[in-house]
């Protein structure tokens, strides 16, 4: 019995070591040993803008992520299969885009975005990025009770605010580096309709100034080396 504990212990001590000690920490970044970042686009399905960064990307035979906001997705249904059937990623970015509070013990707009993920499009986000970057111990308990993940990010360039494509470009090639998870917006706050020519002007350059650097933007899954869908939800 004494080395049965003995060996139980062994095996949770190398499992704390192996996920970090904190299971509830969202990913900020992949393996820097491989020449892969993740370029990651918030706040859409944003119409035509999201189409056209899918296919930027395409174009450079890259891949993105995009964390969708739930409720844009029955009206764009066919926008997000397409997204799917080209290899991108869809990760779940709420049902409505609200700011977690505090006090929000359920937090339910993590399964409620999930539902409607499945039901439209038949897949199961692995991946959740909180709205604002904003977490709280509720939202983490209910990422952590669905078998998701927290995408966080390593690179952020305010690309919301920048109205100078040169300048977001260079930014975002400034600080990226393997392993990289690039934080960008093709929409806003799930509103059809935003405005984000810049980005569109700037993701040329961003694509062809990644190749110059010998990296590639693959989805989150790739990057991590896990499926990007979970079997139910
Ligand atoms: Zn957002």
């Not at 969202?26 to 189409?51: M, Q």
């Not at 764009?76 to 299969?81: D, G, K, T, V």
């Not at 199961?124 to 669905?146: D, I």
């Not at 260079?170 to 934080?183: A, F, K, T």
Request: charged fraction near 25%; aromatic fraction near 6%; hydrophobic fraction near 40%.
């Amino acid at each position: 019995m004494r080395r049965l504990l003995a060996a139980a212990t062994v095996l949770v001590s190398l499992l704390v070591v192996a996920c970090g000690g904190d299971t509830d920490a969202g990913v900020t970044r992949g393996p820097a040993s491989a020449p892969l970042v993740a370029l990651t686009f918030d706040d859409g399905l944003n119409g035509e803008t999201t189409r056209q960064v899918a296919d930027l990307l395409e174009q450079a035979g890259m891949q993105g992520t995009f964390f969708v906001v739930g409720q844009t997705v029955e009206e764009q249904a066919s926008l997000a299969r397409a997204l799917l059937e080209h290899g991108h990623v869809i990760g779940n970015h709420s049902y409505d885009h609200e700011r977690a509070q505090a006090d929000d013990r359920e937090y339910a707009e993590l399964g409620r975005a999930e539902a409607e993920f499945r039901r439209v499009l038949g897949v199961c986000p692995r991946y959740f990025r909180p709205p604002y970057g904003t977490e709280t111990r509720y939202t983490k308990a209910a990422v952590r009770g669905a078998g998701m993940r927290t995408i966080l990010w390593d690179v952020e360039v305010a690309d919301w605010s920048e109205d100078d494509a040169a300048r977001l470009a260079q930014h975002v090639l400034e600080r990226v580096r393997p392993g990289s998870v690039v934080l960008l917006h093709d929409g806003s706050d799930g509103h059809p309709g935003a405005d984000r020519t810049v980005l569109l002007r700037a993701l040329p350059t961003i694509l062809e100034g990644l190749r110059a650097k010998g990296l590639r933007s693959v989805g989150v899954d790739e990057l991590l080396g896990e499926r990007p869908y979970l079997a139910s939800c």
